[in-house]
């Protein structure tokens, strides 16, 4: 049977993790983390924080990638850590929640700043967007590398662009719109209550660095490229997230940060008449960056599960000639339009693609603490630094902020788990039919 072709390099790996997480979301929730938090300090203390989380999340998952440097990364490690019914889990929910609404939402972000540059009817829009799922697609069927070629050269076109913006931000900007001043006084757990609320919009921003570890079975070298891509990548964003905020704020009263719609094109427009097209077009860039980067990565996941046995045989399916999980990534794909289609939203996809994906992050944290113990002598290239104390940050923070999306969105919270609960019967089906298979 064909075996999936290593060529992902350390730089290729990072670009993966750095352009996973440069998405849509710096430039759409800034506003709505405004709208929680109307204070400047307060903005950069929770983009701080949720990227010192992020953090320790890549330090912790790095050692897992370290111990198992195959194709599926979280899959596995929960598949290792908990059994195989917390993988399945993890990927079914992936398939059903977490990587097809977060490519159908960057999808249609996709194609409604498309729509800034070239005014285009809803139905065009919605045209539009499919067709950037379909043409991440074929990108991603061809082969691993062209993928690569892709990733590399989006991320680095939506990094440019981020670039112009901050340099824009502190030649132009005025310190009058960034005076750094306490927020006023709330009461109760109002404050505390905001803050969780903004956190979403941070987490969603933050996302993507574990990506890595899902193509690790086709990287060079993978236990030290792997681990290192992680951390390297997820530095880069926290400061590349910290400059771009520091940029809108300069630019932007936060009041009007908070009641702005597109606020990277509004707060650049304020010094360069036609700043908004081209903000426009680095954000065009950028999502479908990170859509074409999802639809290399998770299909791995897919792949991983269907090789194990239980799941659809078919997706473990290589392709004769271009060498990679084809059924795995067109099937997600499909799934994708398919919510595209039902759904055509963006705000109310993220809260709980963000709430499902951090409960499986919890969980994986815990794996390092349970592999500690289980695997004393296996090879690890790396070991988490500050362990325990990162790792038990990185657990604590997920946990609170699960619980209080599940109090505070509780319908987008309820809608992922029932989601995710009922691939336990799928489990069950999937396992009775390979013990009563001969």
Known sequence: MPQLRKELTLYGL?????GSCVGSGIFLTPSQ?????PAPAM?????????IIALTGALTFAELGSLFPQAGGVYAYLKEGYGPLFGFLYGWAYLLVIATGAIAALAIAFAT???YIFPMSDRAITTVAVLAIVAVTVVNVVRVKAAEIFSNVFTGLKLLGIGGLIVVGFAFGSTETIRIQPPEPSEGSSFAVAFGLAMIGVLWSYGGWQHTSYVAGEAVDARRTVPKAMIIGT?????VYLLTNVAYMLLLPVSEIAASSSVA????STVIPFGA????IAIAISVLGTAGIYTLSAPRIYYAMADDGIFFRKLAEIHPKFRTPVNA???QSTWAIALLLLWGTFEDVITYVVFVDWVFFALTGMCVFIFRRRLKDAERSYKTLGYPITPIIFIGVSALFVVNTLIERPLQAWVGLVFTLFGVGVYYFFARRATTTP
């Open 235 to 239: 530095v880069v964003v926290v400061a």
């Open 113 to 115: 700043y498309l729509a």
């Open 33 to 37: 983390i405004a709208a929680q938090l």
């Open 265 to 268: 094109a509004d707060a650049v």
């Open 14 to 18: 990072t670009m993966v993790a750095i």
């Open 329 to 331: 990534i067109v099937t």
């Open 43 to 51: 903005i950069l203390l929770v983009w701080t924080f949720g990227g």
């Open 277 to 280: 097209t081209l903000i426009a």
